[in-house]
């Protein structure tokens, strides 16, 4: 079954690029770049891949983004998912990036964008995988900074596709960032939000109707209105759904909870990512192999998932 599930062709719509740094290419860029880590080897790094919810797994995960420090940083990590990818026949990525996450850090935007671009462009001539990618805020951060995000990215206007939202979703729902989801409409970008992962219905239906989405990242939590989920069936809006990231960050207790396959049934158009593959223990094939194991999927539902995920492209 996993192999006929990797030969599947598909797309993937939730994968977060800094969530692809694989301990060893975090150790080899520390090394690369002279930068200490609090960890003594891949081993011990690995071995604090253990969640209990969403910050746990955002602390780990911005820590390790410090190791990306120059062009040549960027593009090695893209290229190294664009090659997983390629295994695993994933034929179509609109991967998400998180630029406040290296801006911060005092890294230049046209660093990030550059390294991350020319990999995708490379990734289509080399590999033949098609791309659109997301410019994703951190929603823990505020409107005037998710603005001037979204001032530097401009002039990279044609370099993106949308902008998502993503992070600590608790306490900041989308309405905090309304206004910016406006103006980067009014340049031209689809939108897209993390919402219903952690967050309840009510953020969805803010995401809906106040940023406009095209796609609702993860969406889980809409199961628990009716009136919602109604309405995600009839619009046939896609949710990104992240099986195993949702394990991993206590979402469900256990795969065997996990509604995704009675979300099909009942006709929403749900997908199968990988969201943070190197923290949360496989690539989008390995999601698809936990919900045959765990919860019986049919080679029949496997292949709607998957169609689900071409239909749902942006580009
Ligand atoms: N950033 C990376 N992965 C994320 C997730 N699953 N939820 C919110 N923000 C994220
Ligand atoms: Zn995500």
Known sequence: M??????????????????????????????????????????????????NNLQEFLDLYYAGANVLRHEQDFYDL?????????EQNVIHTEPFFDPQTHTDRGIPFEVVLRGIKQALVDGEKQLGISHGLILSFLRHLSEEEAFKTLEQAVPFRDAFIAVGLDSSEMGHPPSKFQRVFDKARSEGYLTVAHAGEEG????????????????????????EDERLMQRIIDEQIPLTVCPLSNTKLCVFDDMRQHNILQMLERGVKVTVNSDDPAYFGGYVTENFA??????????????RLAQNSLDARLV
């Open 290 to 303: 936990a919900l045959h194991a765990s919860l019986g999927m049919t080679q029949e539902q496997a292949k």
């Open 200 to 223: 309840p219905p009510e953020y969805i239906w803010e995401a809906l109707d106040l940023l406009k989405i095209q796609r609702i990242d993860h969406g889980v939590r809409a199961i």
């Open 2 to 51: 996993y192999d006929w599930l990797n030969a599947l062709p598909k797309a993937e719509l939730h994968l977060h690029l800094e969530g692809s740094l694989e301990p060893e290419l975090l150790f080899a860029l520390a090394e690369r770049n002279k930068i200490a880590l609090p960890w003594n080897d891949v081993e011990a790094l690995r071995s604090a891949y253990a969640f």
């Open 78 to 86: 893209t290229w190294a998912y664009l090659l997983k990818c390629k």
